[in-house]
């Protein structure tokens, strides 16, 4: 169960939205009740809106394909009128993976599918570099079975693909509701696979503002009750639309059908579970890119000085609050001392006082770089109120130019966590990370 450190579930981008809309990319994705757009390489417009920051921001214009009916859908023997009605809702909150009411999804679930949705992407594709939440990796449940909103687990990323990029994301659930009629607006293509499988395509973009973004979707219905969507953007996070999608129609239908992405399909074994989360902290750091962390990570393979851990120390990515540092969590797993270790990295750092005001000690070594160390004792409970004593040690680490390297070990008793001379031996590993 967890504690009172937020988890993961509201650490990145835990929001479940339903009605077959999805974020992705940063943008919602809609035009899901439109007609689809025969073109899907317009080049996006150069023009941008500016706004006053003084100024009271103008409501969004938002334009999106009208629709046609009555029309013929290919695979479907008749079509449905569009509603005219448009839901979108969310749910936010805290999560966990070992969720009761889904008896079908866990943490190790989570990282199952993740590991199948990767292998089926195509070979030319590359995740683009992010935080966990933003790799691929599904997150907790939200939201009761019998709740309007939620009720499935998701997967987002970037994409690049040759000169172009765009985003990913996937949804899966367990339903036992029919495979819905065609609907005029919410699908071009209905195809009836070989493994009982119906899988609805659609193409469609959304101009906001006059920039428009392109989408590309699948919507499985699986024979062992699995629905999954898979929704591809012409929009990396943070980015204007390329004007292109990377993914075509065929390769989201591998996708949707893919051997480990369904609730019934077997856990491999020696599947691991998900990394606990991860958070740099500082208020700010620049941002330290994809080329920074392959320094820091080859620097850190081997640090750990014979301990242990379920997964391999050097794999640094963004935190999960978006301050621009770099971090990672670890389990240790050494034989009678199992503990969590923290290693995060920031830049533009002040130095600190040489004498810490929240107690530890520290000293400057002789090119400057000021080494604080600090142990700490507190009593935690869960939500099923189980109390713990948890026994925390820390090394801060920050240098001239402002790099400042946080590893914390914790441990629950009657373990103890990593000496502190291993913890600085970890932190000295990385050098500075200012060019």
Same mark, same amino acid.
């Given at each position: 169960m967890p504690d009172k450190t937020p988890t993961r579930a509201i650490t990145g981008w835990t929001v479940a939205l339903w009605s077959f809309t999805a974020v992705a990319g940063g943008v919602i994705v809609g035009g899901l009740l439109h007609e689809p757009e025969p073109e899907l390489t317009t080049a996006p417009p150069t023009a941008a809106v500016s706004v006053t920051p003084e100024a009271e921001l103008p409501t969004p214009v938002r334009v999106r394909p009208s629709v046609t009916f009555p029309t013929q859908i290919p695979g479907c023997s008749s079509v449905e009128a569009p509603s005219s009605d448009e839901t979108y809702g969310a749910v936010f909150g805290p999560g966990e993976y070992d969720n009761p009411a889904y008896p079908w999804f866990s943490g190790r679930k989570a990282v199952a599918m993740s590991t199948a949705l990767r292998a089926a992407l195509p070979t030319d594709v590359t995740v683009g570099f992010g935080s966990p939440?933003?790799?691929?990796l599904f997150e907790p449940i939200l939201g009761e079975p019998d709740s309007p909103f939620g009720g499935f687990t998701g997967a987002g990323a970037d994409l690049r693909r040759g000169a172009g990029a765009g985003s990913l994301w996937v949804t899966v659930e367990q339903s036992e509701e029919p495979v819905p009629a065609c609907t005029a607006g919410w699908l071009d293509e209905r195809r009836t696979m070989p493994d009982g499988s119906t899988v609805d395509l659609h193409d469609t973009w959304e101009e906001l503002d006059g920039i428009r973004t392109l989408s590309r979707s699948a919507q499985a219905y699986r024979p062992d009750g699995s629905r999954i969507m898979v929704i591809s953007t012409d929009a990396p996070s943070g980015s204007m639309p390329t004007g292109t999608v990377p993914l075509t129609k065929d390769e989201l239908v591998a996708i949707v059908l893919a051997d480990g992405l369904g609730v019934g399909d077997p856990i491999p074994p020696g599947t691991i579970e998900p990394? =606990?989360?991860?958070?740099? @902290?500082? &208020?700010?750091?620049?941002?330290?890119?994809?080329?920074?962390?392959? +320094? $820091?990570?080859?620097?850190?393979?081997?640090?750990?000085?014979?301990?242990?851990?379920?997964? =391999?120390?050097?794999?640094? @990515?963004? &935190?999960?609050?978006?301050?621009?540092?770099?971090?990672?969590?670890? +389990? $240790?797993?050494?034989?009678?001392?199992?503990?969590?270790?923290?290693?995060?990295?920031?830049?533009?750092?002040?130095?600190?006082?040489?004498?810490?005001?929240?107690?530890?000690?520290?000293?400057?070594?002789?090119?400057?770089?000021?080494?604080?160390?600090?142990e700490d004792y507190f009593t935690t409970a869960d939500q099923s109120g189980r109390t713990a004593e948890e026994f925390v040690r820390t090394v801060v680490l920050t240098k001239l130019d402002g790099t400042r390297i946080d590893v914390t070990c914790r441990a629950e008793r009657p373990s103890s966590p990593m000496p502190f001379e291993q913890l600085e031996k970890i932190a000295l590993a990385p050098g500075s990370v200012t060019p």
């Open positions: 939440d933003r790799s691929l990394p =606990p989360p991860c958070h740099v @902290r500082v &208020d700010n750091s620049p941002t330290l890119d994809e080329a920074v962390a392959a +320094r $820091v990570n080859a620097a850190l393979a081997g640090a750990l000085d014979g301990n242990s851990t379920d997964r =391999p120390l050097g794999d640094m @990515r963004p &935190d999960d609050f978006g301050r621009g540092g770099l971090c990672q969590t670890v +389990r $240790v797993t050494t034989p009678g001392q199992p503990s969590t270790l923290t290693v995060s990295i920031a830049a533009g750092q002040p130095m600190p006082n040489t004498e810490p005001e929240h107690g530890g000690s520290a000293r400057t070594s002789a090119d400057g770089t000021v080494i604080e160390t600090r």
